[in-house]
């Protein structure tokens, strides 16, 4: 059975950082994209950003480039967002995803097929 369990969350004031954590267990770390969505209060889920498990080309979210790191670590079956310079529109719960044998990543919600159960991420002004 799949898991992916987050970490990392937290309260934060405006201009911090964060560093979420996604530790999957339950198959085998390869042929995957991984992917972060977030989602504020009252809104859709969103795509933040994505890798393939090449790392090669990740992509990210107009509102978080710059700012946002996505990495891997396949020995540690682990998946990275390093969050820098946060700001207050950044609150939300942080989802990671997982969709197996696939080498390109996604920005779509839909071509993802495991979710984690999500972390708060609150950042003050």
């Known amino acids: 059975q799949v898991q992916l369990e987050e970490s990392g969350g937290g309260l934060v004031q405006a201009g911090g950082s964060l560093r979420l954590s996604c530790a999957v267990s339950?198959?085998?770390?390869?042929?995957?994209?991984m992917g972060w969505f977030r989602q504020a209060s009252g809104k859709e889920r969103e795509f933040v950003a994505g890798i393939s498990w090449s790392g090669r080309s990740p992509s990210y979210a107009d509102s978080v480039k710059g700012r946002f790191t996505i990495s891997k670590e396949n020995a540690d079956s682990k998946v990275y967002l390093q969050m820098n310079s946060l700001k207050p529109e950044d609150t939300a719960v942080y989802y990671c995803?997982?969709?197996?044998?696939?080498?390109?990543?996604?920005?779509?919600?839909?071509?993802?097929?495991?979710w984690g159960q999500g972390t708060q991420v609150t950042v003050s002004s």
């Open positions: 339950g198959r085998t770390f390869s042929d995957y994209r």
């Open positions: 995803a997982a969709h197996w044998n696939s080498w390109s990543v996604s920005p779509k919600i839909e071509e993802y097929d495991y």
